[in-house]
């Protein structure tokens, strides 16, 4: 693991060579005096390292909704789902009636 700490100036020094081993690596601390002040990690691993913690976060969200009774039992959500798909296709219907009506006058 000594090779996850390196200094600031050995990074500058070969960025280009460190951002294409971060590809293919964990993300490494770079120090300055002798310190920690930053962590660099390939772009795919921030955005994976994000999607987790939203998953995560949505997983503690939902525990404390189901202990606090926040919750809607399945068959309402399907029931409530069906609902409002027939109301779109009853409004998109209504919306196409006038058009087929007013082909229907012309051809006729």
């Not at 700490?5 to 300055?32: C, M, Y």
């Not at 009853?90 to 009636?97: P, T």
């Amino acid at each position: 693991m000594p090779d996850d700490i390196i200094s600031l100036t050995e990074f500058k020094n070969d960025a280009s060579g460190w951002i294409e081993r971060l590809q293919h690596r964990p993300p490494v601390v770079l120090t300055q005096n002798g310190r920690g002040k930053a962590v660099v990690q390939s772009y795919e691993g921030y955005q994976h390292q994000r999607f987790a913690m939203a998953l995560l976060k949505r997983i503690i969200q939902g525990q404390a909704d189901a202990a606090a009774g926040r919750t809607i039992p399945h068959e309402q959500v399907l029931a409530d789902l069906h609902a409002r798909i027939e109301a779109i296709a009853a409004a998109k219907a209504a919306e196409a009636a006038p058009a087929r009506a007013t082909r229907r006058r012309r051809s006729g």
